[in-house]
Nanobody
């Protein structure tokens, strides 16, 4: 059973940066696409970024494209989300998750229903 633990959230001023980490244990995630998601208060969970199991393909929500970068270090069983030029509307709890099937050749960002093994989330608050 894989467990995912997110960290790196916090309070930051608009225009600032944060780097989120997601460490997996219990299972190597090197064969799985990984995703970052966020859920703002009172809103549905939305996809933010996805990286293929090989790391060769990345996908982003339009709202974060050019500001956020997803990456992975399979040797460390870890996925990262570098967030730059943060805006107040980026405020949310951020979650990571793994694709339900290994070595997926899915194209595109996908949605929460395509993922499993959710972490507990890390709060990101951006003040104006």
């Amino acid at each position: 059973q894989v467990q995912l633990v997110e960290s790196g959230g916090g309070l930051v001023l608009a225009g600032g940066s944060l780097r989120l980490s997601c460490v997996a244990s219990g299972l190597s995630v090197s064969s799985y696409d990984m995703g970052w998601f966020r859920q703002a208060s009172g809103k549905e969970r939305e996809s933010v970024a996805r990286i293929s199991w090989s790391g060769g393909s990345t996908y982003y929500a339009d709202s974060v494209k050019g500001r956020f970068t997803i990456s992975r270090d399979n040797a460390k069983n870890t996925v990262y989300l570098q967030m730059n030029s943060l805006k107040p509307e980026d405020t949310a709890v951020y979650f990571c998750a793994r694709e339900k099937i290994p070595m997926s050749f899915r194209v595109g960002l996908g949605g929460p229903a395509d993922f499993a093994s959710w972490g507990q989330g890390t709060q990101v608050t951006v003040s104006s």
